[in-house]
């Protein structure tokens, strides 16, 4: 009997996500020790990781270092995004720096836990008074806005792909 269950990006485990359902991650292998030499990220263990002091060390010996790109900035490079996050309201452009800086700091916490979580642009339209965030992931883009829906509040909608990791999030509030 066929499972009819609808597809939820969360009902994921990280792992499978990671090797089958991204294109990104599973198309490429990476030797191991390889520095990503867009944002330093070095693949370790068969995984992506954020580590200053591995990097400082490893640029001692920079005839061995192998550079590659890795899956995060090749999605940049290739404007492949797999989460988007409208904020829209007249609130938004009232509190506009406080709203960014949460976003800043959603991104280096989960920058801590997936290195490949990454903002892959940020557009500002003042007239029709929306701000449009790209992430390389759609659990960053849902991180954005739980965040944000928690600090102030606003209507907020979550809009799932059923064929492949890409979630829009809608924000708004007004004053």
């Known amino acids: 009997m066929r499972d009819t269950k609808r597809w939820n990006p969360a009902n994921i485990k990280k792992h499978e996500a990671t090797d089958e359902s991204d294109s990104y991650k599973s198309a490429l292998s990476y030797k191991d020790m390889s520095i990503c030499k867009k944002c330093h990220n070095i693949y370790h263990n068969k995984r992506w990781v954020h580590d200053d002091e591995l990097y400082n060390s490893m640029l001692k010996n920079k005839e061995e270092i192998n550079y590659v790109i890795c899956p995060a900035c090749l999605k940049i490079e290739t404007k492949f995004y ?7 309201g007249s609130f938004l ?5 406080d709203i960014l800086n949460l976003v800043k700091n959603t991104v280096e916490r989960a920058d801590y836990i997936d290195p490949l979580e990454k903002i892959e642009n940020i557009e500002e339209d003042d007239e029709k008074k929306i701000i449009t965030i790209y992430t390389t992931s759609e659990d960053l883009a849902q991180r954005i806005g739980k965040n944000i829906e928690k600090a102030y509040r606003g209507d907020i909608e979550y809009s799932f792909s059923e064929r492949e990791l890409f979630l829009r999030v809608y924000w708004k509030r007004d004053l």
């Not at 797999?82 to 829209?88: C, K, Q, Y």
């Not at 452009?93 to 720096?97: A, L, M, R, S, T």
Request: overall charge negative; aromatic content about 8%; hydrophobic content about 35%.
């Open 82 to 88: 797999n989460g988007v996050v409208e904020l829209s």
């Open 93 to 97: 452009f009232e509190h506009k720096d």
